[in-house]
């Protein structure tokens, strides 16, 4: 680095580059890397390159920061592309949209879509502001924390030329009078923050008197001091009653009025417009876009978003302070899931590459080609560390055993051929499916909501037991862990692994107990002594009063249903114990909704007793298909019905 730039740095990491009197341009270096602030006018051009390559090489420069979207602040950037510069330009959209007039080509950082802020890799953040002029729109100041600059643009100027004349003298008011209230705020944020040097656009860097320059501007009267009220701005005026007649068109005009006026606001009594607020316009600008949020929630912010950058841009008033802080939740949120995303499919992707590397004989079960319970168990061994919110479910082929003894071990692989294929087909994308012991599957789940698991795993039970690959039909037992009930006792990852696989294996054997379920968790059995639940399914009001008074007086609590569909909603509100239901129903006829309880693996156990004037050869065939305990004839004894009752609940059936 030549002496005279050496001498020159400010503090360390920090340089004026070039000699332009239009336009300074500056230098800052972050671990080898550097960060060029307004390049300048052409020219200046070849001053400041000869500048920055005695610093840093031209391909180590990352971002060059556009401040102004003037020709003697960007001008020059086109000819240090054509020297091969190759980095992000960081400005606002409105400067962005001028730069490709110039002839610009680099990929653009859009601080107004991006919250006002850029993150380097080293997690050194520079912070942008949007300071108020009347005739351009498009600036913005920096603010770098590390080397406690301000990169000023022309904010200050008036009291660096002449530190003791009023802005009125200098000419310099009719710059910022209207946005009185927007200075005061931006003033305000600039005291709270730790600056020590003030980096103009043009002239000397001042690193005296920095609380002075900021307090000046600050406290300046930029109005005649009245009492704050929104029809003193008439551009706020208007962009809150564009947002209004949005509001009319979206919602209930007398609701929306209701809203506002309660806020204090004065409406025009035929239009409903706003005519009069006791606030400031960017106070009244700022406290509408929090009530219709209070009132509407995020998703009415992310409706109104583009209304009010269209706002910006024609009335020059900045987007609501709620627009931002929301959104940018929402949007660092969405980039927390891509993020999470990137890091799955990198992780899978060096799983492919470690899996290439092994001979497919070791790790892969030779009749279904699923990964085996060798690479399972490593597996597992890493998978809570990587995926803390994942899930293991254990998957069982209930009468696997049966059809071996009726078919042989020929037609046992194949089945096991044919569930590999459908779990293969239907898993979701980032699902790890595993071929282990005997009839046994595992099917892991990196990253899901546990109500989301359970579904997938509900899901895989019902295709099984529905399709038509299989020479006999099969049901699945399915056992489910979360990773989120690991407790903090279990620190070592095989321990982790352990317990993820026991507690999976325990309670798939509960699941077993039954037969074609998913068993989620752990439950403590129900009282044996507990009033049994029996739904009542007909729409003839006299035979449901009938049967309800015989059944209470044996001491069951009953509920009652007229149609299907009434019946299937009770199942899933109550905990049923036995359903007695006719065959011929309106809506949903009583076959149906025993087909249709199948697919729930809880409610597919209830117990199911019909009944029906019609009892023939097909339906009795259909009805044991379905596994229906009973099929009554009507009409019979209720002696008879309420023996089959009290067998079938008290466990004598």
């Known amino acids: 680095m030549g002496n005279r730039l050496a001498d020159r740095m400010i503090t360390e990491g920090f340089y004026p580059v070039g000699e332009n009197s239009d336009c300074n341009a500056y230098l800052l270096m972050e671990n080898g890397n550097g960060i060029l602030i307004d390049p300048g006018p052409v020219a200046g051009f070849e001053a400041g390159f000869e500048d920055v390559l005695k610093i840093i090489p031209l391909e180590r420069i990352t971002h ?13 950037l086109p000819l240090w592309e054509q020297k091969g510069l190759q980095a992000v330009v960081v400005t606002h959209g409105v400067t962005a949209r001028g730069l490709r007039h110039f002839g610009v080509t ?7 879509e991006e919250g006002y802020e850029l993150i380097l890799p080293s997690g050194r953040k520079l912070q942008f502001f949007v300071p108020p002029y009347i005739f351009l729109s498009g600036i913005v100041i920096t603010y770098d924390e590390r080397t406690s600059t301000l990169f000023s643009g022309n904010l200050f100027t008036p009291f660096m030329k002449r530190q003791q004349e009023s802005l009125v003298e200098e000419g310099h008011e009719g710059q910022y009078l209207p946005y009185g209230e927007w200075m005061h705020s931006l003033m305000n944020k600039l005291l709270r923050s730790d600056i020590n040097r003030l980096a103009p656009r043009t002239g000397k860097i001042v ?9 000046t501007l600050r406290e300046w009267n930029y109005g005649s001091g009245s009492e704050p009220k929104l029809s003193a701005s008439k551009r706020y005026l208007l962009a809150c009653n564009r947002v209004v007649q949005k509001l009319y068109t979206m919602y209930e005009p007398a609701a929306i009025r209701a809203v506002l006026e309660r806020q204090g606001a004065v409406l025009d009594e035929e239009s ?21 949020f209070r009132e509407k929630g ?11 950058q269209a706002i910006r841009q024609e009335y020059a008033i900045p987007v609501p302070e709620i627009i931002h802080s929301k959104l940018l939740k929402r949007d660092r949120k969405i980039k ?12 899978n992707k060096n799983l492919v590459a470690s899996m290439e590397k092994i001979q497919d ?26 995926f803390p919110n994942g899930a293991l479910c254990l998957i069982d082929i209930d009468n696997l055993a049966d059809i071996r003894l009726e078919y042989g071990t020929r037609y046992r692989d194949e089945t096991l051929k044919n569930l590999a294929y459908l779990l293969k087909r239907d898993k979701g994308e980032k699902h790890r499916v595993f071929k282990l012991q005997d009839a046994l599957f595992a099917c892991f789940i990196p990253d899901s909501e546990k109500t989301k698991a359970i579904a997938a795993a509900e899901q895989i039970r019902k295709t099984t037991a529905q399709s038509n690959l299989f020479r006999e039909r099969i049901t699945l037992s399915i056992g489910m862990v979360f990773f989120e009930e690991v407790t903090a006792a279990l620190d070592k990852p095989e321990s982790i692994s352990e317990f993820v696989q026991n507690t999976a294996y325990s309670r798939l054997q509960i699941a077993k107990l039954t037969g074609n379920s998913v068993c989620s968790e752990t439950k403590v059995s129900p009282n044996a002594d507990a009033v049994k639940n029996v739904l009542l399914v007909d729409e003839d009001e006299l035979t449901l009063d009938l049967l309800k008074r015989a059944l209470e007086k044996e001491g069951f609590s009953v509920h009652t249903a007229k149609d299907g569909l009434e019946a299937l909603a009770l199942t899933k509100k109550e905990r049923i114990s036995l359903i007695i239901s006719e065959l011929l129903l309106p809506k949903m006829d009583g076959l149906l909704l025993k087909e249709s309880l199948s697919f729930y693996s809880e409610r597919s156990r209830i117990p199911y007793i019909l009944m029906s004037h019609q009892k023939d050869k097909a339906t009795v065939e259909r009805a044991f298909d379905l596994q229906v305990r009973h099929y009554l004839k009507k009409p019979f004894m209720f002696t008879e019905l309420i023996g089959i009752t009290k067998n079938i609940l008290r466990g004598s059936d």
């Open 64 to 76: 060059v920061i556009v401040q102004h979207p003037g020709p003697e602040c960007c001008a020059s």
């Open 106 to 112: 680099s990929d653009v950082y859009l601080l107004d």
């Open 207 to 215: 690193d005296e008197e920095i609380e002075s320059f900021i307090g």
């Open 272 to 292: 409903g417009l706003i005519q009069e607020y006791a606030a400031s316009g960017v106070e009244a600008w700022n406290k509408l876009f929090e009530v219709i």
């Open 298 to 308: 995020l998703a009415i912010l992310e409706v109104l978003e583009p209304l009010t």
């Open 336 to 347: 927390e899931i891509n993020d999470k995303y990137r890091k799955l499919e990198a992780f």
């Open 361 to 386: 004989k070791f790790i892969r079960c030779p009749i279904t080609g699923l990964f085996n319970e060798m690479f399972f168990l490593d597996y597992m061994k890493n998978a809570y560390g990587d």
